[in-house]
């Protein structure tokens, strides 16, 4: 990467971009496992509305930008529960996406002490929570039939410097 990460928190716009960059991996990624059902259910909880709302409720969303470009997002909850964290397909692999979670995992901890942070991986994203650290914690579990496997990170002591810098 020759342009410079900037990780900051969400504003409205970068909010719009990240729907927007949510709506086309799930039509890549989770649309091709959802029925019609599921999709309007998809739908309604990754709204625009939705997120604003649960940024209200406390959630940290934190938005990647590349130089000028928008490059991905991560939110999570006051319980350190990882609600989504996507990145640009063209832009995986370098880097941005282990960048996002050390610093969500460490804006949440500082805000909300806890002991360990969560996430429902999808199938893909499996071996990029393994390599952070994380791991499963049940088997596969299903939403309206699209996979998702539950995992956790336990926040030790070791880790801790890493979320300072996030």
């Known amino acids: 990467m020759s342009a410079h990460l900037t990780i900051r928190p969400c504003s409205p716009d970068d909010l719009i971009a990240a729907i927007d960059l949510l709506m086309l991996s ?10 019609d059902a599921a999709r309007a259910a998809f739908l ?9 709302w649960l940024q209200q409720q406390g959630y940290v969303y934190l938005a990647a930008w590349l130089g000028k470009r928008f490059a991905g997002f991560i939110s999570i909850s006051p319980a350190a529960h990882i609600h989504q964290l996507f990145v640009v397909d063209a832009l995986q692999k370098t ?3 282990r960048t996002l979670l050390d610093a969500a ?4 901890a500082a805000a909300y002490p806890t002991a360990q942070v969560t996430v429902y991986a999808s199938n893909n994203a499996i071996g990029f929570y393994a390599r952070n650290g994380f791991q499963r914690t049940s088997e596969t579990l299903y939403w309206y039939g699209s996979p998702y496997n539950p995992m956790s990170l ?12 996030g």
């Open 95 to 97: 880097g941005i996406g």
């Open 44 to 52: 309604q909880e990754n709204s625009l509305a939705k997120a604003l």
């Open 154 to 165: 336990v926040l030790a002591t070791a880790r801790a410097p890493a979320l300072a810098r």
């Open 105 to 108: 995992i460490g804006a949440v």
């Open 26 to 35: 799930a039509e890549q990624h989770f649309y091709p496992d959802m029925d």
